[in-house]
């Protein structure tokens, strides 16, 4: 069976234009915007009917009198929103300040909290706890299990 080429026309005086000779269908253009109109405005509708009845329900609600809304010195309240941020921040360095530079002793543990820098004076001078030698590995390898909870024990 051969292969037969489509038969081509060839209209002499569309070649010389360089476009198109049939012009756009306006009818479809022109039913997308009124579908477009319409569905627009069908919208517009049903939410201006939503809100309204929106409106209508909060509209409803009691706005409490001012005397439940003033302070009557209620110590459970929560606090007030910060004010000055920067003031707040300086007033909580300062505590810390003072936590870290002041000597103190809980009654009920008996701890002792030690200025932070004379802390740093002592471990200084003192130095961190070491061994003289690294532990001895048992038959398997690994560290030998020593105290505390199992569940921290490695398993390499």
Request: charge should be negative; avoid cysteine; hydrophobic fraction near 35%.
């Amino acid at each position: 069976m051969a292969h037969e080429e489509p038969e081509h026309t060839f209209d002499p005086d569309a070649a010389g234009r360089g476009h198109e000779v049939n012009d756009v269908a306006a009818r479809p253009i022109l039913y997308f915007l009124i579908g477009l109109v319409v569905f627009g405005g069908l919208v517009q509708a049903s939410m201006s009917v939503l809100m309204t009845g929106y409106v209508a329900e909060d509209t409803k609600a009691a706005v409490p009198p001012m005397d439940e809304l003033s302070d009557k010195g209620n110590i459970n309240a929560p606090p007030p929103p910060q004010r000055d941020t920067t003031d707040d921040m300086f007033k909580m360095y300062k505590q810390e300040d003072e936590v870290l530079t002041s000597y103190a002793v809980n009654s009920k543990t008996k701890a002792i909290r030690v200025p932070l820098d004379r802390a740093m004076a002592l471990v200084a001078k003192k130095g961190l706890p070491h061994r003289d030698k690294p532990p001895a590995l048992d038959s398997s390898g690994r560290l030998p299990y020593v105290g505390g909870s199992k569940s921290y024990q490695s398993s390499n």
